[in-house]
């Protein structure tokens, strides 16, 4: 059983374009994020979720929307897609309160390729 | 500010060498610290990490790290790589206070050549 499990693995889509990314986990954790990986590996926190809270909203255009249905759901929605766009989306997920350790568990990765 | 930064970009490596990955941070305020590898295609996976206690840490796959609280630093190491060492490598850290957030360095590809 995959822990962290994103869907689409891989997608490629027009400039202003609409799409989602999901993301689901099993592992019982209250905690949820997405960081963005561009073309050089660099990793960008964008957002967080604890139990269907937002909790962490970096500097992230508005056309940036999570949506979190329960703790072990987190959904991207982008609207309006940008060539600048096209990075790996990466979900992740931890437990945080007195059991923090700050160990994320991360998903495979979801590959957006916007032409 | 807080920040965390690997100053190697690329080290490339022969098999069976050492190797040392370098990262160093900036904190006013307690850490903890990790270790990821990613391979290619694949997402990030836990090396090791320090939370407190003994500075020496042992990760998977043969690697350690050392905490210096002193030189804020926390390389990682391996006494003999393996080809299949080859990877992305990401050192990261989490400020206590810092609102659960893990702040990832720029990553050091680590490339173990015959």
């Known amino acids: 059983d995959t822990a962290v499990s994103q869907t689409p693995k891989y997608l490629v889509t027009q400039m202003g374009n609409d799409k989602s990314i999901k993301c689901e986990q099993n592992?019982?954790?209250?905690?949820m994020y997405w960081y963005k990986q561009d073309s050089k590996k660099f990793l960008k926190i964008m957002f967080s979720?604890?139990?269907?809270?937002?909790?962490i909203n970096e500097t992230v255009p508005n056309r940036f929307s999570p949506k979190s249905p329960d703790k072990a759901h987190l959904n991207l929605h982008i609207n309006s897609l940008e060539l600048g766009d096209s990075a790996v989306y990466f979900c992740?997920?931890?437990?945080?309160?007195?059991?923090?350790?700050?160990?994320?568990?991360f998903g495979e990765g979801s590959r957006l390729t916007v032409l | 500010a807080q920040s965390v930064t690997q100053l190697d970009s690329q080290v490339p490596v022969f098999e069976e060498a050492p190797v040392e990955l370098r990262c160093n941070y900036s904190?006013?305020?307690?850490?903890?610290l990790f270790w990821y590898v990613q391979y290619p295609n694949q997402g990030l996976q836990l090396l090791l990490k320090?939370?407190?206690?003994?500075?020496l840490v042992k990760g998977i796959n043969g690697f350690e790290a050392e905490f210096n609280k002193s030189q804020t630093s926390f390389h990682l190491r391996k006494p003999s790589v393996h080809i299949s060492d080859t990877a992305e490598y990401f050192c990261?850290?989490?400020?206590?206070?810092?609102?659960?957030?893990?702040?990832f360095g720029t990553g050091t590809q680590l490339k173990v050549e015959l």
């Open positions: 992740a997920s931890t437990t945080i309160g007195r059991l923090y350790t700050g160990e994320l568990f």
């Open positions: 592992l019982g954790h209250d905690t």
């Open positions: 979720y604890n139990n269907k809270e937002l909790i």
């Open positions: 904190s006013s305020v307690s850490v903890y």
């Open positions: 320090y939370l407190s206690g003994s500075t």
């Open positions: 990261a850290v989490s400020f206590t206070g810092g609102g659960n957030k893990l702040t």
